[in-house]
T-cell receptor, first 112, second 111 residues
Framework: KQEVTQIPAALSVPEGENLVLNCSFT??????LQWFRQDPGKGLTSLLL?????REQTSGRLNASLDKSSGRSTLYIAASQPGDSATYLC???????????FGKGTKLTVNP | SQTIHQWPATLVQPVGSPLSLECTVE??????LYWYRQAAGRGLQLLFY??????ISSEVPQNLSASRPQDRQFILSSKKLLLSDSGFYLC??????????FGNGTRLTVT
């Protein structure tokens, strides 16, 4: 069974800190890995997608990396802001299918 | 640009009543379509996905069914709701190897 694990489950930081969210997966034959943001009571918003041939992707203050050999991805958030408070989920596309496997997310709180 | 519409936003239904949640996508053709459920304190559970009209894959045997009557329309149904069907239902679409795009979700409470 393919699994995605996100650690920590919750994280609280003061405004301005740089932080790293972790995602590990058991499927070495992934097609891509995606990071999402979910605000309370809302749907998920796609943040970054890393193809299996790529090592990282950047968007603004966000940088996501992918290491297939170790089964890990990280989401780096620079200079965190209270507006970054949300739950962050990672997911990967299963090899040979159209299904994304999701982690349970990391709930981030950035305190002003 | 592509958009996804999901409705209703909230729904309260009694046990044993039927359910129909609708999702439509605009601005793209032949998308992959998905229904997920998110229960409190749990991760996203894939319920159904479809790669084309009339093609439905079921991931979890349960009290729900899905249909895709048109290319960009995906419907989640139940003939008789159970208490355990309560949750946050999310529709999503994707094109080949592109990000998954979610609707705003439907909060279903079965009483």
């Amino acid at each position: 069974k393919q699994e995605v694990t996100q650690i920590p489950a919750a994280l609280s930081v003061p405004e301005g800190e740089n932080l790293v969210l972790n995602c590990s997966f058991t499927d070495s034959a992934i097609y891509n890995l995606q990071w999402f943001r979910q605000d309370p009571g809302k749907g998920l918003t796609s943040l970054l997608l890393i193809q299996s041939s790529q090592r990282e992707q950047t968007s603004g203050r966000l940088n996501a990396s992918l290491d297939k050999s170790s089964g890990r991805s990280t989401l780096y958030i620079a200079a965190s802001q209270p507006g970054d408070s949300a739950t962050y989920l990672c997911a990967h596309l299963q090899g040979g299918s159209e299904k994304l496997v999701f982690g349970k997310g990391t709930k981030l709180t950035v305190n002003p | 640009s592509q958009t996804i519409h999901q409705w209703p936003a909230t729904l309260v239904q009694p046990v044993g009543s039927p359910l129909s949640l609708e999702c439509t996508v605009e601005g793209t053709s032949n998308p992959n379509l998905y229904w997920y459920r998110q229960a409190a304190g749990r991760g996203l559970q894939l319920l159904f996905y479809s790669v084309g009209i009339g093609q439905i894959s079921s991931e979890v045997p349960q009290n729900l069914s899905a249909s895709r009557p048109q290319d960009r329309q995906f419907i989640l149904s139940s003939k008789k709701l159970l208490l355990s069907d309560s949750g946050f239902y999310l529709c999503a679409w994707s094109a080949a190897n592109s990000p998954l795009h979610f609707g705003n979700g439907t909060r279903l409470t079965v009483t």
